[in-house]
């Protein structure tokens, strides 16, 4: 059998598949010591392992089976995979609001096609009405692909091309905006347009997805469906991150750019607003408020775009024992700022004092944040904390360690002055730094606790 019809297998894995003349793409039975699966045999990625044949089962989702464990495969049916999803015009409605979809990379949305197992990505207007065809009862979309790389290679290049082109599409008169991004860095990007983005008219949407579309329990068309509302009718005219709420289907979240974190590698419901509460709750037909205060939509389109950047900035971990070098070498390369995620209250050990001190002296700004993530920096509290005040560490109240980050090579972009970046930095743009946690701001519950346990059992997850 040619080998172009074992598509990305090798090593052992594409030996069994020659053994029993299984093709990819092709249903196989597989008798194996753990059992008989039926499926559809899926390409694998060039990285793989060749220790296992991947298939699709008829529930949707992919399962791995070791090849030390078969004991007999059959092919008993084909159907080779097309790698092309079915265009329908998508529909223009003179009464429904004009949303416009940026693309930076990935699958924004995607369909199944359950007789091969390929997931066909969609992207252009006609493919997405194909794949989700109520988008099309909730605006009229269109699309552009900016970029087409994973979020994990996001960075400030990217951040200041989207800064502009939100500019132009409000200038052009848009209704909202989607931005369709990778999860893993969607709250960099978050925090970047929302100090780069400022007084929009109308609503900047973030969206992903945790959960591929060929899942069935994947988010991606929900979420799509929530941030075209958000986008098209909703009132708050922010940069906003759009996810799942619970890891039901009932509603999504709206997060403030500044607040948000993802917050767990593979939960549906990952994204979380730190210190505060989310904006609003949204369906694909309505929106509930949260907060009380946020920026409304208008009907001019005037917004503030300030695309800067300096590349001379990064974020160090402490730990302890750090040694003072860590510090020094960044200093030596030319680094202008360094935000430091201290513990506690916003510490680092006395070893790097000296290192500090050098720093400022060089004219490298230091910045202060927190491991534990909720919570403010009082640096007044400890003999600790004073001493590195004196040093030269300013503290960043209760903003979030990577919005510090993307905040202070914001302001180095705009400013050598150290005085001027300070005030750049604690004058908050939109709620990065808040005068105090709400009530409700932190909220982490211990499974096993009776009470706990209980909640679950009457609300949900």
Same mark, same amino acid.
């Given at each position: 059998?040619?080998?172009?019809?074992?598509?990305? &297998?090798?090593?052992?894995?594409?030996?069994?598949?020659?053994?029993?003349?299984?093709?990819?793409?092709?249903?196989?039975?597989?008798?194996?010591?753990?059992?008989?699966?039926?499926?559809?045999?899926?390409?694998?990625?060039?990285?793989?392992?060749?220790? @296992?044949?991947?298939?699709?089962?008829?529930?949707?989702?992919?399962?791995?089976?070791?090849?030390?464990?078969?004991?007999?495969?059959?092919?008993?049916?084909?159907?080779?995979? $097309? /790698?092309?999803?079915?265009?329908?015009?998508?529909?223009?409605?003179?009464?429904?609001?004009?949303?416009?979809?940026?693309?930076?990379?990935?699958?924004?949305?995607?369909?199944?096609?359950?007789?091969?197992?390929?997931?066909?990505?969609?992207?252009?207007?006609?493919?997405? /009405?194909?794949?989700?065809?109520?988008?099309?009862?909730?605006?009229?979309?269109?699309?552009?692909?900016?970029?087409?790389?994973?979020?994990?290679?996001?960075?400030?290049?990217? &951040?200041?091309?989207?800064?502009?082109?939100?500019?132009?599409?409000?200038?052009?008169?848009?209704?909202?905006?989607?931005?369709?991004?990778?999860?893993?860095?969607?709250?960099?990007?978050?925090?970047?347009?929302?100090?780069?983005?400022?007084?929009?008219?109308?609503?900047?949407?973030?969206?992903?997805?945790?959960?591929? +579309?060929?899942?069935?329990?994947?988010? +991606?068309?929900?979420?799509?469906?929530?941030?075209?509302?958000?986008?098209?009718?909703?009132?708050?005219?922010?940069?906003?991150?759009?996810?799942?709420?619970?890891?039901?289907?009932? &509603?999504?979240?709206? @997060?403030?750019?500044?607040?948000?974190?993802? !917050? $767990?590698?593979?939960?549906?419901?990952?994204?979380?607003?730190?210190?505060?509460?989310?904006?609003?709750?949204?369906?694909?037909? +309505?929106?509930?408020?949260?907060?009380?205060? /946020?920026?409304?939509?208008?009907?001019?389109?005037?917004?503030?775009?300030?695309?800067?950047?300096?590349?001379?900035?990064?974020?160090?971990?402490?730990?302890? $024992?750090?040694?003072?070098?860590?510090?020094?070498?960044?200093?030596?390369?030319?680094?202008?700022?360094?935000?430091?995620?201290?513990?506690?209250?916003?510490?680092?050990?006395?070893?790097?004092?000296?290192?500090?001190?050098?720093?400022?002296?060089?004219?490298?700004?230091?910045? !202060?944040?927190?491991?534990?993530?909720?919570? &403010?920096?009082? !640096?007044?509290?400890?003999?600790?904390?004073?001493?590195?005040?004196?040093?030269?560490?300013?503290?960043?109240?209760?903003?979030?360690?990577?919005?510090?980050?993307?905040?202070?090579?914001?302001?180095?972009?705009?400013?050598?002055?150290?005085?001027?970046?300070?005030?750049? !930095?604690?004058?908050?743009?939109?709620?990065?730094?808040?005068?105090?946690?709400?009530?409700?701001?932190?909220?982490?519950?211990?499974?096993?606790?009776?009470?706990?346990?209980?909640?679950?059992?009457?609300?949900?997850?």
């Amino acid at each position: 059998m040619a080998d172009d019809i074992f598509q990305g &297998y090798k090593g052992r894995a594409l030996e069994v598949l020659k053994k029993y003349q299984v093709r990819v793409w092709g249903q196989a039975v597989i008798q194996s010591t753990r059992g008989e699966f039926r499926g559809t045999v899926l390409p694998r990625s060039e990285n793989d392992d060749d220790k @296992h044949i991947v298939l699709k089962i008829n529930t949707g989702y992919n399962i791995g089976i070791d090849i030390f464990t078969i004991r007999h495969m059959e092919e008993v049916g084909y159907q080779k995979a $097309h /790698y092309k999803i079915p265009e329908k015009e998508f529909p223009c409605t003179p009464d429904l609001p004009s949303v416009k979809l940026f693309g930076t990379g990935g699958t924004i949305a995607s369909r199944l096609d359950y007789r091969t197992g390929a997931v066909i990505p969609a992207f252009s207007p006609g493919e997405l /009405y194909g794949a989700v065809p109520e988008l099309a009862d909730i605006c009229n979309l269109s699309t552009e692909k900016l970029f087409a790389v994973f979020s994990e290679n996001m960075g400030p290049e990217q &951040y200041l091309d989207l800064a502009r082109a939100i500019g132009k599409e409000i200038e052009n008169g848009i209704d909202g905006i989607i931005i369709g991004h990778g999860t893993d860095t969607l709250h960099h990007t978050a925090a970047a347009l929302s100090f780069m983005v400022q007084n929009p008219p109308v609503p900047i949407i973030l969206v992903g997805s945790q959960r591929s +579309s060929d899942r069935p329990s994947s988010d +991606s068309t929900l979420n799509l469906l929530h941030a075209a509302y958000a986008a098209g009718h909703g009132d708050i005219a922010e940069v906003l991150v759009c996810m799942f709420g619970p890891t039901s289907d009932e &509603y999504g979240f709206l @997060h403030r750019g500044t607040r948000v974190r993802k !917050m $767990h590698s593979s939960y549906r419901s990952t994204f979380r607003t730190i210190g505060d509460t989310p904006v609003a709750t949204v369906t694909r037909t +309505s929106i509930k408020p949260i907060k009380s205060h /946020y920026h409304i939509r208008r009907k001019d389109r005037d917004v503030t775009i300030m695309p800067y950047w300096d590349h001379r900035v990064t974020m160090v971990y402490y730990y302890p $024992h750090m040694d003072p070098e860590m510090i020094d070498m960044l200093v030596d390369r030319g680094y202008k700022g360094i935000v430091i995620v201290g513990t506690g209250l916003g510490h680092v050990n006395r070893e790097l004092y000296p290192a500090l001190e050098r720093a400022t002296r060089k004219g490298v700004v230091l910045y !202060m944040t927190l491991q534990t993530i909720w919570g &403010y920096v009082h !640096m007044y509290v400890y003999e600790t904390g004073r001493d590195m005040l004196a040093k030269g560490v300013i503290p960043a109240g209760n903003m979030l360690p990577e919005v510090a980050f993307i905040k202070l090579g914001w302001a180095l972009g705009q400013t050598d002055d150290p005085e001027k970046i300070r005030e750049i !930095m604690l004058t908050p743009v939109n709620d990065e730094i808040t005068d105090r946690e709400p009530y409700n701001g932190y909220l982490v519950y211990q499974g096993g606790v009776p009470e706990v346990e209980e909640f679950i059992r009457r609300v949900h997850k």
